[in-house]
């Protein structure tokens, strides 16, 4: 059965601290990873992943692919109370299977 | 461009009834897909809708159902509320049917509660 694993389930850190998210896969015919940002509403999407190796940027937010260890990291830098919220991934090939997230709190 | 719209936002149903949520996705968009979000159980995949045609399934009992109109718009109707079916109702269009790697934007979803 697929499935998306995260970890940490939760994570507290301050303002200024660099934190590194986990997320590992077992699909079957993968074709993407996705993640998303969730605050008090729907998850809004941050990046999508298909190619080993290859870092994506998003302002003080990054992420890469690692297909042979079937897993992924979301790493954000000088957090912000702002980062506060649950960031999930998921992958799938004709569904797409969500981890359960990583609930992260800034504090000032 | 506006974004993926939900109706009801919030609904609170009686066990034994039935319901019924609508999702307009983004224009232009012709893949609707359905989620359930519980606290213990995250984001479980209900069915997908592509071109009228549902796609793709998730484990859920045949009291979840949907369907999407030739505008894409699309409707989930759930049967014989339970309790257990208390949770936030997200659907999420994209472009293309997500057997191809694209990406999805969420609608803020329906808060259904059951009593």
């Known amino acids: 059965e697929d499935k998306v694993v995260q970890s940490p389930l939760s994570l507290v850190v301050h303002e200024g601290d660099t934190v590194t998210l986990n997320c590992s896969y077992e699909?079957?015919?993968?074709?993407?990873l996705l993640w998303y940002k969730q605050e008090k509403k729907a998850p809004t999407f941050l990046f999508m992943l298909t190619s080993s190796g290859i870092e994506k940027k998003s302002g003080r937010l990054s992420s890469i692919l690692d297909k042979k260890e079937l897993s992924s990291i979301l790493n954000i830098t000088a957090t912000q109370t702002g980062d506060s919220a649950i960031y999930l991934c998921s992958s799938g090939t004709y569904k797409y299977i969500f981890g359960t997230g990583t609930r992260l709190k800034v504090l000032a | 461009k506006a974004g993926v719209t939900q109706t009801p936002r919030y609904l609170i149903k009686t066990r034994g009834q039935q319901v019924t949520l609508s999702c307009s996705p983004i224009s232009g968009h012709r893949s609707v897909s359905w989620y359930q979000q519980t606290p213990g159980q995250g984001l479980q995949f209900l069915f997908e809708?592509?071109?009228?045609?549902?796609?793709n399934k998730g484990n859920f009992p045949g009291r979840f159902s949907g369907r999407q109109f030739s505008n894409s718009r699309s409707e989930m109707n759930v049967s014989t509320l339970e309790l257990g079916d208390s949770a936030l109702y997200l659907c999420?269009?994209?472009?293309?049917?997500?057997?191809?790697?694209?990406?999805?934007?969420f609608g803020p979803g329906t808060r259904l509660t059951v009593l």
């Open positions: 809708y592509f071109s009228e045609t549902q796609r």
């Open positions: 699909v079957t015919n993968f074709r993407s």
């Open positions: 999420a269009s994209s472009l293309k049917t997500s057997g191809l790697t694209d990406t999805q934007y």
